[in-house]
Structures are given as C-alpha cells and as structure tokens.
C-alpha cells in the first residue's frame, strides 16, 4: 500500500520492533519479518535505541521499572507511520497497555507519544493482510502445519484469520488442534511462580499437538514458541516449531527451536 499525490507515491514507514526474545534467541524470525514488510512494500526501519517494551516488568506490577524500560522505545518509533511487531504479546503490551503505563507519570508528551503507538502498533501477519492487504507470501511449503494461537495474539491483538490465510496462500496444509486457543503454559513470568501448572499445560499442549501429526508447529510468539519447543523435545517429538514470519518469508535456514537442523523431507534429523 503507498499514498500517492499526483504522480509520485510515497511508501509508508515501518517501524520494527524486534522484541528481546527475537533479538537474543531467534534474529532469524527478525530477518524474515523485515523481508516480509519490504515484499509487501514497506519501507522498513529498525530503530537501533529500540528498548524493551516493559511487557516483563508491567505483568509484574512494576509500573516503575516498566516505565523506565519503555521510555527509549518512544522516542525511537515516534516518527514511523506504523510499528509492526512479530509478537502478539509485545504488540499487545504497545496497544492496549502503553498508554496507562505512562497515565500518571506527569510527562504529558511521553503521554501523547505513548498514545500515537498504540493507535498505530500492529502485529506482524494482522498488518500483513489488514493493512498491506497481502494475499500471498514469497515463501512457498507444502508442510502439514499446526497453528497455535498465543493468549496476548488472539485476544488483545484479534489475530487468528490472518496467519493461517498466509499459511494456506503459501501452500501448507493448515491443520486445527483441538485447543488451539488453550495457553501452553507459558505465560511469561507464570512458568517461573507456577511450574507445576504450566508444565501440565505445556504436556497439554504437546499431546494436542502430536495428535494431529504435523510436520511443523507454527505461531508468532518467540515465549509460546520455545516454551511449546522445549516441551516436545523433551517428548521425544519429531515435529518442527518455527516463527511464522520464516515460514511466510521462506528462508529457513536456521534450525528448527530447540530441534536439530532441516533435513530436505521437512522432518527433523531422528
């Protein structure tokens, strides 16, 4: 999508945000995102003073620390059209918690910053659709795919459609789990106060997930990601997890989360 005056158009501004998770554990997930955004006629930036969106310390309760981790981000994605994120649960975080994490801080232009990034923050495959309006991604697979919906992705940021539209459009067999929208156990600092729940939750998930035999479990938190991954390799589980935005972008390089590397049947080596 670009604006146009007359003769000339102009490509909007992204701004991508990486996320901590993607940055230090999947840059691969990143590259791919960034891929996607120029395919689909971005014109990307990353920002290099990007920070933390405070999502940790904020579900923590504390809004201090919270505050100060996000205050950088503000200033480092204030001009872009739009910030896009490859995270349901740090996109969340931007739209629907940004703005009360800086009510009451007395900085009334953090305040209106904070305001015009929440009404412009998107996740990676809901922009990709909703607003890019893509249709088909330049990654193509013919892999049996399981979808799982992260809890911050579904029902703060209301993405569901989009990424298995994406999925199917590049070929994969896009295949339901019976608890699709069940949280793995993650959760975020859940895990670490709540290991007993969220290790019954994540077998869980694991079992709905080997039941339906996929090639590969796709979705688009690097949390639910590697949470979901650990689980299934500790199961002794054959079935491949990535990052969506390397699936749609097709560049899949890197070796599956928490698995050995691709082999050419799709499968991970046994």
């Given amino acids: 999508m670009t604006t146009s005056s007359g003769s000339s158009q102009k490509k909007v501004t992204v ?9 230090a554990m999947r840059p691969s997930a990143g590259m791919a995102a960034l891929r996607l955004l120029e395919t689909a006629g971005c014109e990307v930036v990353v920002p290099k003073d990007q920070s933390c969106c405070g999502q940790p310390a904020w579900n923590s309760g504390d809004i201090n620390s919270a ?7 503000l200033d480092a994605f204030d001009t872009c059209d739009y910030v896009v994120v490859p995270s349901g649960s740090c996109a969340g975080m931007l739209a629907h918690h940004l703005v009360d994490l800086f009510d009451g801080s007395g900085d009334t232009h953090a305040q209106k910053q904070a305001s015009s990034i929440a009404a412009k923050t998107h996740e ?3 922009f990709l659709v909703d607003v890019m309006g893509m249709k088909t991604p330049p990654g193509k697979t013919g892999a049996r795919i399981a979808y799982h919906d992260s809890c911050s992705s579904l029902r703060e940021m209301q993405v569901s459609a989009q990424p298995r539209a994406l999925l199917k459009a590049a070929g994969a067999d896009v295949v339901d789990l019976d608890k699709a929208d069940t949280c793995c156990g993650f959760g975020g600092t859940f895990s670490v106060k709540y290991g007993d729940i969220s290790g019954t939750m994540s077998d869980d998930k694991a079992a709905d997930i080997e039941g ?19 689980r299934l390799s500790r199961r002794g589980s054959s079935v491949e997890v990535r990052h969506v935005a390397e699936v749609l972008d097709g560049v899949m390089e890197a070796p599956p989360i928490a698995g050995p590397r ?7 080596e046994e």
């Fill in 124 to 126: 990676l495959t809901s």
């Fill in 212 to 230: 339906k035999d996929p090639d590969m479990l796709v979705a688009g938190d690097m949390g639910c990601l590697m949470n979901i991954a650990g």
């Fill in 262 to 268: 691709n082999t050419a049947s799709g499968r991970p």
């Fill in 15 to 23: 701004g991508l945000f990486v996320t901590c998770l993607i940055d």
């Fill in 67 to 73: 505050r100060k981790a996000a205050t950088p981000f």
